[in-house]
């Protein structure tokens, strides 16, 4: 059975970093791409950074880029997720995901852990 737990959420001030950890079991590096998405309160849930396990490319959203980035590591079969110069609007809860087939999809979802930024 996949499991994905993530790690390192917390309350941090504005302009502060944050590393995510996202360490996945049940399945070894067999995955397609690995990514983050977050969900403010009363909004939805958005994409925020992905990478493809094989090759290392990564893609981020235009609110994050240059800001955050995403990494793997593949002994170890976790995904990071870098974030720095923090801003209020980052505060949500940060889920990270995992996908085995060639498409956009992600067949496996973390329970989420909570980034908060004070202003």
């Known amino acids: 059975q996949v499991q994905l737990v993530e790690s390192g959420g917390g309350l941090v001030q504005a302009g502060g970093s944050l590393r995510l950890s996202c360490a996945a079991s049940?399945?070894?590096?067999?995955?397609?791409?690995m990514g983050w998405f977050r969900q403010a309160p009363g909004k939805e849930r958005e994409f925020v950074a992905r990478?493809?396990?094989?090759?290392?490319?990564?893609y981020y959203a235009d609110s994050v880029k240059g800001r955050f980035t995403i990494s793997r590591d593949n002994a170890k079969n976790t995904v990071y997720l870098q974030m720095n110069s923090l801003k209020a609007e980052d505060t949500a809860v940060y889920y990270c995901a995992a996908g085995i087939r060639a498409t956009i999809e992600y067949d496996y979802w973390g329970q989420g852990t909570q980034v908060t930024v004070s202003s």
């Open positions: 990478i493809r396990w094989s090759t290392g490319s990564t």
């Open positions: 049940g399945r070894t590096n067999s995955w397609y791409h």
